[in-house]
């Protein structure tokens, strides 16, 4: 089993920033064996992928969130990061944190887009953005 906690969100003015961390842990975990993600829920919608990181680090975004959204990985702290600047309100949902241990060449073809992909996920945190 893998445990994911995310932490770091909270109340943010638009045009701020919020860093957010995910803690991985369990047997099995390794940064060798998980590609990580974010994904967004915000009320009354539907999940959205926003970033995702590699075994060798390479990087993906939701286009709307490039150059604003940042992901990375601490491999000797088993910690996933997402730097969020120019927030804004739209930004508000409870994000999650998502392990994935499936097939390399299915993520690489845009596996790291689907929630449905993923393996393990946290319990969210709630980011707010006012206005």
């Known amino acids: 089993q893998v445990q994911l906690v995310e932490s770091g969100g909270g109340l943010v003015q638009a045009g701020g920033s919020l860093r957010l961390s995910c803690a991985a842990s369990?047997?099995?975990?390794?940064?060798?064996?998980?590609?990580m993600g974010w994904f967004r829920r915000a009320p009354g919608k539907e999940y959205e992928f926003v970033a995702a990181?590699?075994?060798?680090?390479?990087?993906n975004y939701a286009d709307s969130l490039k150059g604003r959204f940042t992901i990375s990985r601490d491999n000797a702290k088993n910690t996933v990061y997402l730097q969020m600047n120019s927030l804004k309100p739209e930004d508000t949902a409870v994000y999650y944190c998502?392990?994935?241990?499936?097939?390399?060449?299915?993520?690489?073809?845009?596996?790291?887009?689907?929630?449905?992909?993923?393996?393990?996920w946290g319990q969210g945190t709630q980011v707010t953005v006012s206005s």
């Open positions: 998502a392990a994935y241990a499936g097939p390399r060449g299915t993520y690489y073809r845009g596996g790291y887009g689907s929630r449905r992909a993923y393996d393990y």
């Open positions: 990181i590699g075994w060798s680090t390479i990087t």
């Open positions: 369990g047997r099995t975990f390794s940064s060798e064996t998980y590609a």
